[in-house]
């Protein structure tokens, strides 16, 4: 899970107090500092994660903001959640998936997955059945669009939804 140019730490209650009284003493307010980059920190409504984002464009990349053990246990427990699926058996794809789930760029089907990527949308059956699977790739400004369709009460694992309500848009199909 880690990224180019990334370290994840977690956050101690040592490192809170150092910035806290590190922010004291220049008179910061850490709570008021602007995130830069069109950054954005959510908090996933199932596990109470909070998650650093690019704001309309999540799917971009996604960091999970962990302060405690417990927010440990809880990502280890969804990336377990998604190990027992054969298409996400190994540990970094199921960790992989967590993240995306939790940033709200997949959604379980009853047969798969359908997700958000920085390029489009991808659907893999949990079987890892490629014959079954999908790809549309769309412009970055269909994203707002694409994360609507996500969220909605409907089957995002039928392609026709998909390509219903990115009508008009050029899009790219691979089947």
């Not at 922010?23 to 409504?45: A, T, W, Y």
């Not at 053990?69 to 540990?91: C, G, H």
């Amino acid at each position: 899970m880690d990224q180019p140019f990334s370290y994840n730490v977690t956050m101690t209650s040592e490192l809170k107090n150092l910035l806290n009284d590190l922010s004291d003493k220049r008179n910061i307010d850490i709570k008021e500092i602007p995130l830069q980059g069109g950054l954005v920190v959510k908090r996933d409504p199932k596990t109470g994660l909070n998650y650093l984002s690019i704001k309309g464009n999540e799917a971009q990349g996604v960091s999970v903001i962990i302060t405690s053990d417990k927010d440990i246990e809880t990502l280890n427990k969804l990336a377990d959640e998604f190990q027992k699926y054969p298409v996400s058996s190994q540990r970094f794809t199921a960790g992989l998936y967590a993240l995306l789930e939790i940033s709200g760029n997949l959604k379980r089907e009853k047969d798969g997955f359908t997700f958000l990527t920085p390029n489009g949308v991808t659907y893999i059956p949990y079987d890892g059945d490629s014959s079954k699977a999908w790809e549309i790739d769309m412009p970055g400004s269909c994203y707002a669009t694409a994360r609507k369709c996500l969220a909605a009460e409907n089957d995002c694992a039928d392609i026709s939804a998909w390509t219903k309500n990115l009508k008009g848009i050029k899009i790219y199909i691979q089947v």
